[in-house]
C-alpha cells in the first residue's frame, strides 16, 4: 500500500530539547516537503527536497533543518524547540507530476 | 513573496446546493493547483487538480476552473451531501525552478441536511 508514514503522531517536549520527526515513503517519490499547519493560516512549507542531498527552503524555515541521505526518508530536526513551534506538522510526497500525499501528521506541543 | 488568498474562510449551504470557493495566486510561474479536502483530525487528501495548460477539469460533482491571466482558480461542488463538510485547501505550485507550494488559508464548509 502507497503510504507516507511520520513518527511521532503526538509529542510533547520541553523547550530547547532537540527532536526529530520522523518521515518515510514507500513511492519512490522524488520529491518531499514538510508543512506545519496552524489555525487560520492553512499549511506552511517549510523545507523541501528535489532528491537526495537536494534540499531548499520553504516559506517557514527558521528553526528547523532537515536531512534527505536516502530517497524514502525525510526526517524534520528541531534543534532547540520554542513554544511557537507548537502546531500540527505534516510530511508529504509527490512523484514530478506533482500529486501530493500526505503522512498522518504529527501534533507537536513545546512548553 | 509569492501568497494565495483564498474565499470565502467560512461556507455554509443546505444540502443539494452548490458550493463555490475561490483562490488567487501572485506567483506567475505557478502552474499546477491542486485541491485538498481535510476531513477534522485527518491528513489533506487530494480531490481535484488542473494544471496551466487546461482551462477547466471535471470529476463528478467537482469541477475546477483556472483563468490564468487573472490568475484565478475555483472550485466547484455540485449537489452537496453532508460528507462534503470538511475544510477545503487550494494551492498553487511550479514545476520549474524548485517544487515550492504555497497554500491558501482554507475554507471551512459545512453542509447542512
Known amino acids: 500500500e502507497a503510504q507516507v508514514t511520520q513518527n511521532p503522531r503526538y509529542l510533547i517536549t520541553v523547550t530547547g530539547k532537540k527532536l526529530t520527526v520522523t518521515c518515510s515513503q514507500n513511492?519512490?517519490?522524488?520529491?518531499m516537503s514538510w508543512y506545519r499547519q496552524d489555525p487560520g493560516l492553512g499549511l506552511r512549507q517549510i523545507y523541501y527536497?528535489?532528491?537526495?542531498?537536494?534540499?531548499d527552503k520553504g516559506d517557514v524555515p527558521e528553526g528547523y533543518k532537515v536531512s534527505r541521505k536516502e530517497k524514502r526518508n525525510f526526517p524534520l530536526i528541531l534543534e532547540s524547540p520554542s513554544p511557537n513551534q507548537t502546531s500540527l506538522y505534516f510530511c508529504?510526497?509527490?512523484?514530478?507530476?506533482?500529486?501530493?500525499?500526505f503522512g498522518q501528521g504529527t501534533r507537536l506541543t513545546v512548553v | 513573496g509569492e501568497n494565495v488568498e483564498q474565499h470565502p474562510s467560512t461556507l455554509s449551504v443546505q444540502e443539494g446546493d452548490s458550493a463555490v470557493i475561490k483562490c488567487t495566486y501572485s506567483?506567475?510561474?505557478?502552474?499546477?493547483f491542486p485541491w485538498y479536502k481535510q476531513e477534522l483530525g485527518k491528513r489533506p487528501q487530494l480531490i481535484i487538480d488542473?494544471?496551466?495548460?487546461?482551462g477547466e477539469k471535471k470529476d463528478q460533482r467537482i469541477a475546477v476552473t483556472l483563468n490564468k491571466t487573472a490568475k484565478h482558480f475555483s472550485l466547484h461542488i455540485t449537489e452537496t451531501q453532508p460528507e462534503d463538510s470538511a475544510v477545503y485547501f487550494c494551492?498553487?505550485?511550479?514545476?520549474?525552478?524548485?517544487?515550492?507550494?504555497?497554500f491558501g488559508a482554507g475554507t471551512r464548509l459545512f453542509v447542512k441536511a
Open positions: 488542473i494544471r496551466s495548460n487546461v
Open positions: 506567483d506567475s510561474a505557478s502552474n499546477y
Open positions: 513511492m519512490n517519490h522524488e520529491y
Open positions: 508529504a510526497s509527490s512523484s514530478e507530476g506533482g500529486v501530493a500525499f
Open positions: 494551492a498553487a505550485r511550479r514545476f520549474y525552478g524548485g517544487f515550492k507550494t504555497i
Open positions: 527536497s528535489m532528491n537526495v542531498e537536494v534540499t
